[in-house]
């Protein structure tokens, strides 16, 4: 029973707890709800912009302020209610209203005869500190696997059409993380355009998704064109990717065989060595959209509302899902975890969610985080279960700085047999790929200036020779870099070099 909605949330109510908030912007779903759970208990409904109103009709009763409404419930020693407050989260920075929800609160607990539970419903949570402690935050849970399987039978049974089984299941892949509400809209979209809902409505359920990002910037949606072909060397690492690519693209049988849902990778390494290409041809080899996550986007200036903020970012990830959730440059996010101060506990809390959801997620959310300095990263952030694997990306060797250069080359129409690729690997000892890559662009430039027909190894050499390598300009940090992955347990990206 406990993870029941309805029964949590009427043990709430049992438990005397005074304001209950519930962020949602589906009032229905909650009016439901509550109505579910009471039967006796009167109702007594004010949304902000009609003022108090009929609970069932919703229709304006009395053309009261906040505060007015509010003091109908301080005046008397002797009540039984419900108050249903919706989307009011505007007014709670007001003193006068907070004094009020205070003075109810505190009749609540300790009036025997007192028993006032308020209910505040809107799309943004806001939370005072003078009403911190007496908030319990209320999740509408989103619907299971099953439930959407259920609401696609039962529309397709309302407007008389068939859905193969094969389909209902993929469907119900794409339509996890969406509300009961939405998912209704979304399947009349996709029914209204052809009579029935096919295989090729999944692209319009993903169309829907990217609408979701774009409204609330919480995250940023990439587009991409880098392939897992574009990735010179690191073979162990794109390997590994393509096995859990061949698993995403048959997820539902995967899940119904017993594969575990892939939950992420963590890339660490030497800067401009291919990480953030790695994500972005991950989305790409997966064929999902690709999301970006800046954690400082979410810090907010009230109490609970960067942890609301975190919540909300996670919620559209699995909206979007399968997605994957590239979060570039970790350890900047979450530097000063466990350091006192205002700030450095906001960034703790933000970061202990996104542990706990890491570990416990079973939806299909693949997280790519990238970091170039993981001595800077909470131990507890590379323990087991967050991550199915932590991929260390070192400077590349022989082998696969050849395959750079000739990709690069190649890319650009430059590359012909009189280039000699020998010599170029001795001259770029210690280059990263994006080293390499800007070689190859200003010698191309150079080239072109000077009416060359073709470019030469003499051109590219004189170009590696006039480009300090990042081994040089950030030794610092990679020595420290070093010392830090001798004490974690890393798999290379790259294979052993054969002498």
Known sequence: MKNNPKSKLASYIEALRPIIYIPTFDFNAFDKMIGEINETTKIYEFN??????????????????????????????????????????????????????????????????????IFIVATKLVISVELEKLITVFDTPLPTNGAIIKLINIFA?????????ALIDELALYLKGFSEFEIIQILNLAYQSSGTIER????????????????????????????????????????????????FKRLDEAIKYGVDIPKGIMIVGMPGCGKSLTAKATANLFDVPLLRLDV?????????????????????????????????????????????????????????????????????????????????????????????????????????????????????KKWHKDIDTIKLLKETQGYSGADIEAVINETIEKAFLSNQIQITTD??????????????SLKEKIDSLSKSLEKIDVKKASKEETK
């Not at 020693?77 to 249903?84: M, T």
């Not at 970091?371 to 060797?397: A, M």
């Not at 051109?459 to 040089?472: A, Q």
Request: proline content about 3%; overall charge negative; aromatic content about 8%.
């Open 48 to 117: 902000d912009g009609l003022g108090y109103v009929n609970s069932k009709t919703k229709l304006p009763e009395t053309n009261y302020s906040l505060e007015q409404f509010l003091s109908l419930f301080t005046s008397s020693d002797k009540q039984s209610a419900f108050v249903v407050l919706k989307d009011i989260h505007h007014h709670l920075n007001n003193p006068k209203v907070i004094s009020l929800l205070k003075t109810i609160s505190l009749k609540n607990i300790y009036d025997e005869n007192f028993s006032v539970t």
């Open 200 to 247: 090729k409505d999944l692209k319009l359920i993903l169309d829907e998704k990217e609408q979701i990002i774009k409204k609330t910037g919480m995250l940023e949606i990439l587009n991409y064109k880098e392939t897992i072909d574009d990735i010179g060397g690191l073979e162990i690492l794109k390997s590994w990717l393509s096995n859990k690519g061949k698993v």
């Open 296 to 412: 400082g986007k979410l810090m907010g200036k009230y109490v609970g509302e960067s942890e609301e903020n975190m919540r909300r970012a996670i919620k559209i990830a699995e909206a979007i899902s399968p997605c994957v959730l590239w979060v570039d440059e970790i350890e900047k996010s979450f530097s000063g975890v466990g350091d006192t101060g205002g700030s450095h506990e906001v960034t703790t809390r933000l970061f202990g969610y996104l542990l706990t959801w890491m570990q416990e997620k079973e939806n299909s959310v693949f997280v790519v985080a990238t970091s170039n300095d993981i001595g800077k990263l909470p131990p507890e952030f590379l323990r087991k279960g967050r991550f199915d694997e932590i991929f260390f990306v070192d400077f590349p060797n022989d082998e696969e700085r050849r395959k750079i250069l000739e990709l690069h080359l190649k890319k650009r």
């Open 459 to 472: 051109n590219i050499i004189t170009e590696i020779k006039d480009t300090k390598p990042m081994s040089v």
């Open 157 to 165: 049974a309302d407007n008389q059409f068939e859905i193969d089984n």
